[in-house]
């Protein structure tokens, strides 16, 4: 199995290429099955988790081409309308082939998802998403079996709270309805409206992305688009956190400014600083310990939980206590005990973390656990004194496209070594 090692101490210094966002790469790829034409990707990000969804969606009927940083999707017909468990439990966004498949074919059985560890993470929003578009559905064996024989049928659906894959799966699922759907206390999450950009592009009819309502005229059928994913947000402030905790300078090329304005507001009160520049976002630190912050996860645009365990990371050395609270999934901190294996004081209080920065962690061998906590370790490690390893990196691989080649790229000593 593969792991990482980590040497801390250097600075980080040079440039990054901000990777598409997996995020939305995975349900771009599911839009496949609402058109026989092609679909072509553009900054389509390499990773264990779109290979995974790639293999899922050749199963339904896709041709799936890739070459260096593209993908061309074409599913001109389906070839099943099953998504079988071993498809679908490794990872939860597979689980969005489901309106899809129903949109276009009046039927469809998918097994209910699995995912990263990080709480229950039930699905009954995006059933109900469906139930609401005229969809029976039933659940059997693991399976949801959903039916709308008629076709599905534009609906008002109020998220009771927002969720971003419920959001996402509503909106793929109701282009092909008939009629107009709404859907409100939607998530507005960058993602979104790159996911609405795309289907657009494919002949949709779908406006307000971005804010809290959206709407879509349901059109009879979409035909093929080129498509480029918006650049990665998560990625972009995993960087971003790297440089200010380890120290350096290095250009974000690609990020996009707006999109992480919640974190550049934490990272400037904790003194590093982060400026807007054409080619991307800039990012400073001298190196220096950064002055403890709280922070708070909230739905977009508030901080993402997505980089919650990075900001811990960042704090673990940071001068002062900061309080660092996870609103939205209710098991996330799986990186704490980790963290403290490399010396960190981390008090874990319900969904509350109160970490006391100290004047310097200790390399360890550490095991990431989830997709974003694993690169919270590697981030402890670059400032760490001596070598920490990270183990079971296949978390890490779901999302993080050539991580250790953009971090040796600015300095970092890092290298992954098979155990
Ligand atoms: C997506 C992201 C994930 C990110 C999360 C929140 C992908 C592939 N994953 O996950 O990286 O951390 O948004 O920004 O895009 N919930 C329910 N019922 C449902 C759906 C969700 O109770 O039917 C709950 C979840 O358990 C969670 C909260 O709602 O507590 C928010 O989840 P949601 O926004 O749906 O996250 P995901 O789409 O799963």
């Given amino acids: 199995m593969d792991a990482i090692k980590v040497r801390g101490g250097n600075l980080l210094r040079g440039e990054v290429v901000i990777s598409g966002a997996k995020n939305s790469a995975l349900k771009l790829m599911v839009a496949t099955l609402l058109t026989d034409e092609k679909l072509t990707l553009k900054r389509m990000p390499d990773l264990a988790d779109t290979r995974f969804l790639s293999g899922l969606l050749t199963h339904l009927g896709a041709t799936v081409e890739r070459d260096a940083a593209s993908m061309g999707l074409h599913t001109e017909r389906l070839a099943s309308a099953e998504a079988p468990y071993d498809l679908v439990r490794k990872m939860r966004a597979s689980f969005n082939v489901l309106g899809p498949l129903l949109a276009r074919n009046g039927e469809a059985r998918v097994s209910l998802p699995g995912g990263c560890a990080i709480g229950a993470r039930p699905v009954d929003l995006h059933l109900k ?36 894959g419920a959001t996402e799966h509503a909106m793929l699922a109701a282009v092909l309805a008939k009629g107009d759907t709404v859907l409100e206390n939607a998530a507005r999450e960058p993602e979104i409206q790159d996911i609405a950009d795309c289907l657009n592009a494919m002949g949709a009819r779908v406006s307000g992305a971005g804010s809290s309502t959206i709407t879509i ?53 904790a003194g590093a600083t982060l400026s807007q520049e054409i080619e991307g976002v800039r990012v400073k630190a001298s190196g220096e310990r950064l002055t403890a912050t709280d922070m708070e996860t909230r739905p977009y645009p508030g901080f993402p939980t997505d980089e919650q365990a990075q900001f811990m990371a960042a704090m673990c050395v940071a001068d002062g206590r900061s309080v660092i609270r996870e609103t939205i999934f209710e098991n996330r901190f799986m990186h704490a005990p980790e963290l403290m294996r490399m010396g960190a004081k981390i008090d874990l209080r319900g969904n509350e973390a109160i970490v006391t920065g100290v004047s310097e962690l200790r390399g360890a061998p550490v095991m990431a656990t989830d997709l974003r906590a694993s690169v919270s370790l590697v981030i402890a490690g670059l400032v760490a004194a001596g070598e920490t390893t990270i183990g079971r990196v296949y978390h890490l691989d779901r999302g993080f496209e050539n991580l250790e080649a953009k971090l040796a790229g600015c300095g970092a000593d890092i290298e992954r070594v098979k155990e």
């Fill in 217 to 269: 005229q349901g059109v009879d059928r979409l035909h093929g688009a080129e498509h480029a994913v918006v650049p990665d947000r998560i990625e972009t402030g995993t960087y971003a956190l790297a440089v200010a905790t380890a120290g350096g300078d290095v250009l974000l090329r690609d990020a996009v400014w707006k999109h992480n304005t919640a974190l550049w507001d934490r990272m400037s009160a």
């Fill in 129 to 164: 998403a469906l139930e609401a578009l005229g969809a029976t559905i039933e659940l059997a064996d693991g399976y949801v079996e959903a039916k709308a024989k008629k076709g599905l049928i534009g609906a008002q659906i109020v998220f009771p709270f927002v969720s971003v």
